[in-house]
T-cell receptor, first 113, second 115 residues
């Protein structure tokens, strides 16, 4: 099974500050994804990437940037954190030949005050 | 665009009773993949089962679901609930309508099994 790790596991940030969430996978997967989880909304796709040095917008990209410097690493950046970005963030990865099955990291709890 | 609807936000039932969690979807793509992901408390979502074959029952870990394209449904069932089944269940859809196999998740159903 794919190994996906995230850091930090939890973070408290101030409104207007910059937040970077990191994701690392060790199973040589091509695809990586960032989701946010909110009660009543389920999991919503923010950004994804299918190759290093390239990122794509998901369903809710506003207020977020993403960076894929290598196949193994995928970061989510909140340049100006806002209260509405308080959520749990999950990173996931999938293989090119089995894209429909995604493996999730442990999640990062972000609280913006 | 594509969408997935899970009508029950919360389901509470007694151990030993049957489980049925509803899932319907909308897509213009004729061959979607449908999934159920399960997320236990303080854990990450993991795949429970998936299907792309119409009218074929898919089973895993005591749960089963059948994709019915005629009604755009993929309900999750289990004959007898266990305490350990308490978790958040997501139905999800994937197809190539966006150009890649992205997952579209429903809002989730929190299942609580009582003794």
């Amino acid at each position: 099974e794919a190994a996906v790790t995230q850091s930090p596991r939890s973070k408290v940030a101030v409104t207007g500050g910059k937040v970077t969430l990191s994701c690392h996978q060790t199973n040589n997967h091509d695809y990586m994804y960032w989701y946010r989880q909110d009660t009543g909304h389920g999991l919503r796709l923010i950004h994804y990437s299918y190759v290093a040095d390239s990122t794509e917008k998901g369903d809710i990209p506003d207020g977020y940037k993403a960076s894929r410097p290598s196949q193994e690493n995928f970061s989510l950046i909140l340049e100006l954190a806002s209260l509405s970005q308080t959520a749990v963030y999950f990173c996931a990865s999938s293989d090119r030949d089995n894209q429909d099955t995604q493996y999730f990291g442990p999640g990062t709890r972000l609280l913006v005050l | 665009g594509d969408s997935v609807t899970q009508t029950e936000g919360l389901v509470t039932l007694t151990e030993g009773l049957p489980v049925m969690l509803n899932c319907t979807y909308q897509t213009i793509y004729s061959n979607p993949f449908l999934f159920w992901y399960v997320q236990h408390l303080n854990e990450s979502p993991r795949l429970l089962l998936k299907s792309f074959t119409d009218n074929k029952r898919t089973e895993h870990q005591g749960f089963h679901a059948t994709l019915h394209k005629s009604s755009s449904s993929f309900h999750l069932q289990k004959s007898s609930a266990q305490l350990s089944d308490s978790a958040l269940y997501y139905c999800a859809l994937s197809d190539l309508s966006s150009g890649s196999w992205q997952l579209i998740f429903g809002s989730g159903t929190q299942l609580t099994v009582m003794p």
